[in-house]
C-alpha cells in the first residue's frame, strides 16, 4: 500500500471508529471503545504456537509500534484523533478460525495473555 492509498484508509478508519466499529489498515486492526482509548492490534508471523517466545513477542510488538508511528507520521487526522487517548497495543496469534491474545502493551506495561517460553 503506498502513501496515498494509507491516507485514504486512514480517512475512512476514522470515520468507522468514531462510531466505535474496528478496521483493518494494513497489517494492523485499529479499535477505538470510547473516547479515551485507542487500541493497534497485530497477529505474530509465527505459523505455530509452540514457537513463539517472549524475545519473539517482544520484537514484533515493536514492530506494531513502529509501523503505528509511521502512519500517525503520514497522516494528520489519525494524529488528531489519537490525541488525549489511552494508546493500547495488542498481539494475537491468527490460527484461521480465530485468535488466541498473546500479550497487550498499556502505558509501557506489557501484559501476558498466555504463558510463553
Not at 462510531?19 to 493497534?40: A, C, M, R
Not at 519473539?56 to 509511521?70: D, R
Not at 503520514?74 to 494475537?92: A, M
Request: hydrophobic share 35%; with cysteine.
Amino acid at each position: 500500500m503506498n502513501e496515498e492509498e494509507l491516507i485514504h484508509r486512514i480517512k475512512n478508519a476514522i470515520i468507522l471508529l468514531k462510531e466505535g466499529h474496528p478496521l483493518n489498515v494494513g497489517e494492523l486492526t485499529f479499535g477505538s471503545k470510547d473516547n479515551n482509548h485507542f487500541s493497534i492490534s497485530g497477529w505474530s508471523i509465527k505459523n505455530n504456537l509452540e514457537d513463539i517466545t517472549r524475545d519473539s513477542v517482544l520484537k514484533e510488538l515493536n514492530e506494531i509500534k513502529e509501523l503505528f508511528s509511521k502512519m500517525v507520521r503520514v497522516s494528520t487526522e489519525l494524529s488528531d484523533f489519537i490525541k488525549g487517548k489511552q494508546i493500547e497495543y495488542y498481539l494475537g496469534y491468527d490460527y484461521g478460525m480465530g485468535s488466541i491474545g498473546i500479550c497487550k502493551e498499556i502505558n509501557g506495561q506489557i501484559k501476558w495473555e498466555i504463558d510463553l517460553k
